[in-house]
């Protein structure tokens, strides 16, 4: 079956204009996470979400940053007014099941690459 | 924050020898999992260890976990040249639901 898939793959936008990245999960999958990551390091964990609920948002760098999940499946991470800091690979990852400890195995998509001049 | 820290950053062998990657962690865990990235594709999923759990194999990889250092262990034995990749360890907290914390990775580089 498909895994997941992240659309655009690649983005280049101006400092101060606005993204949105999507997020598909594997169909069924609970649990979905957004992690950016900088080139040579690992992920770094941003929010994730349990069908249409955030659960965790800690990880969010500032208030520029807000994710959703409206109806338990797709996600938007949106970065508004975007800084060349911004700059990094995003990845989203979803997992079967929503509870700790659990064999939470999670799959990651091929990310998108954000650019911002 | 990266709750993960691996160990070597960087390590080069030659086809046919072990690697062995480490990692230490700081909060208490329910388990710790090993991935890997190929260069600038996405992350794949090795092996899951409990943290009730000391030793895990998986083919030619061997798992360790030493809770009460906080640490782990990945050995790929006999390796091969399409090992060369980034191995990423990530845990999920006690107490936490599932969200993982990533360490910086190391980059394993197997020559033929």
């Known amino acids: 079956g498909a895994g997941v898939s992240q659309s655009p793959r690649y983005k280049v936008t101006k400092r101060g204009q606005d993204v949105a990245l999507r997020c598909d999960p594997i169909?069924?999958?609970?649990?979905l996470y957004w992690y950016r990551q900088a080139l040579g390091q690992g992920p770094e964990f941003l929010t994730y979400?349990?069908?249409?609920?955030?659960?965790?948002k800690s990880g969010l760098p500032n208030d520029r940053f807000s994710a959703e999940r409206p109806e338990g499946s797709i996600s938007t991470l949106t970065i508004q007014r975007t800084e060349q800091r911004d700059s990094a690979m995003y990845r989203c990852?979803?997992?079967?099941?929503?509870?700790?400890?659990?064999?939470?195995?999670?799959?990651f998509g091929p990310g998108t690459r954000l650019t911002v001049l | 924050s990266q709750q993960g820290e691996e160990d070597p950053q960087a390590l080069s062998i030659q086809e046919g020898e072990n690697a062995t990657m480490n990692c230490s962690y700081k909060t208490s865990i329910n388990n710790l999992q090993w991935y890997r990235q190929n260069s600038g594709r996405g992350l794949v999923h090795l092996i899951l260890?409990?943290?009730?759990?000391r030793e895990k194999h998986s083919g030619r990889l061997r798992v360790t976990l030493d809770t009460s250092k906080k640490s782990s262990s990945l050995l790929i034995t006999a390796s091969r040249a399409a090992d060369t990749a980034s191995y990423f360890c990530a845990t999920d907290a006690e107490g936490n639901n599932n969200d993982m914390r990533f360490g910086a990775g190391t980059r394993l580089t197997v020559k033929p």
């Open positions: 979400f349990n069908y249409e609920a955030q659960q965790d």
């Open positions: 990852a979803s997992s079967l099941v929503a509870l700790a400890g659990s064999n939470n195995e999670q799959f």
């Open positions: 260890i409990r943290s009730n759990e």
């Open positions: 169909s069924g999958h609970v649990s």
